[in-house]
T-cell receptor, first 115, second 115 residues
Framework: DAGVIQSPRHEVTEMGQEVTLRCKPI?????LFWYRQTMMRGLELLIY????????DSGMPEDRFSAKMPNASFSTLKIQPSEPRDSAVYFC?????????????FGPGTRLTVL | EDQVTQSPEALRLQEGESSSLNCSYTVSGLRGLFWYRQDPGKGPEFLFT???AGEEKEKERLKATLTKKESFLHITAPKPEDSATYLC????????????????FGKGTKLSVKP
């Protein structure tokens, strides 16, 4: 199994530009999560999906952030327009159906730098 | 407000020097407590899930324990390859207002083991 796949691994952009982060969850997992990690705030949940439907987006910081999951094997997190304070590492994680626990499996992350 | 506090922020050990990491939590109804390991430049890797006070889980040199207010990750005779940041997270029970998927993470303990 390839694990959770994220792209790009690194993104450097200028303030005001649109940024799109991509995630492919582990096949067969029905829940998908987007997190943001910074030194100051640690790891924070932004949004999560069950069966491609957004369940809780209370962690999305503002309207500049949006997330979609058009099918079970793909999700995007978009920031438009981007700002320097959005610089962070963004992780995608997935969780299997009916697993023994609620453990989530994380991707390698996308390091975003907004200049 | 549900929250997780980990201590110490950083810990330096000599190879073979056993120690413990602490995770204190405040949550309205604990659904589960999770330990993850995170290596630099990578996503968190799942280690353990604990569900009730008194429960213990072991994996190689690591043992996690849980009380009603805190969890400990005991590291016995650590090796340099155990160096990483260890993250603790809690999930609140949905019957107490918790979100089904929301894991609340602590900021982690960065462990360094010197040969």
């Amino acid at each position: 199994d390839a694990g959770v796949i994220q792209s790009p691994r690194h993104e450097v952009t200028e303030m005001g530009q649109e940024v799109t982060l991509r995630c492919k969850p582990i096949s067969g997992h029905n829940s998908l999560f987007w997190y943001r990690q910074t030194m100051m705030r640690g790891l924070e949940l932004l949004i999560y999906f069950n069966n491609n439907v957004p369940i809780d987006d209370s962690g999305m910081p503002e309207d500049r952030f949006s997330a979609k999951m058009p099918n079970a094997s793909f999700s995007t997190l978009k920031i438009q327009p981007s700002e320097p304070r959005d610089s962070a590492v963004y992780f995608c994680a997935s969780r299997p159906v009916g697993g023994p626990g609620n453990e989530q499996f994380f991707g390698p992350g996308t390091r975003l730098t907004v200049l | 407000e549900d929250q997780v506090t980990q201590s110490p922020e950083a810990l330096r050990l000599q190879e073979g020097e056993s120690s413990s990491l602490n995770c204190s939590y405040t949550v309205s109804g604990l659904r589960g407590l999770f330990w993850y390991r995170q290596d630099p430049g990578k996503g968190p890797e799942f280690l353990f899930t604990l569900y009730s006070a008194g429960e213990e889980k072991e994996k190689e040199r690591l043992k996690a324990t849980l009380t009603k207010k805190e969890s400990f990750l005991h590291i016995t005779a650590p090796k340099p390859e155990d160096s990483a940041t260890y993250l603790c997270a809690v999930q609140a029970d949905v019957n107490y207002g918790g979100s089904q998927g929301n894991l609340i993470f602590g900021k982690g303990t960065k462990l360094s083991v010197k040969p």
